[in-house]
């Protein structure tokens, strides 16, 4: 069984930055593929960012290239989300998951581990 956590969530002004983090229990961090979605009021779940096994490929939303960036540390059992240039509209609730084999990164039913979300409200 896999948990994961996340950590680092809070309020920011506009043009901040944040980290997130997402440990993961076990042995099997390093088999897992990881993303991280997205859900604010209102509004469906969407995902943000994939990063594979290795964290030799990543993938992002086109609302978050450039100003988002994925990353893991499989010694530590740790991935990330650097999150710089927050815009209010990066409001939502982050959610970290993980997968063993991920057919679309995009679609939510990819993952079957999911951590509990964190908080990120960025303020105008």
């Known amino acids: 069984q896999v948990q994961l956590v996340e950590s680092g969530g809070g309020l920011v002004q506009a043009g901040g930055s944040l980290r997130l983090s997402c440990a993961a229990s076990?042995?099997?961090?390093?088999?897992?593929?990881m993303g991280w979605f997205r859900q604010a009021p209102g509004k469906e779940r969407e995902f943000v960012a994939g990063?594979?096994?290795?964290?030799?490929?990543?993938y992002y939303a086109d609302s978050v290239k450039g100003r988002f960036t994925i990353s893991r540390d499989n010694a530590k059992n740790l991935g990330y989300l650097q999150m710089n240039s927050l815009i209010p509209e990066d409001t939502a609730v982050y959610y970290c998951?993980?997968?063993?084999?991920?057919?679309?990164?995009?679609?939510?039913?990819?993952?079957?581990?999911w951590g509990q979300g964190t908080q990120v409200t960025v303020s105008s």
């Open positions: 998951a993980a997968s063993f084999f991920v057919g679309s990164w995009y679609r939510i039913d990819s993952y079957g581990y």
């Open positions: 990063i594979t096994r290795s964290g030799g490929s990543t």
């Open positions: 076990g042995r099997t961090f390093g088999l897992l593929a």
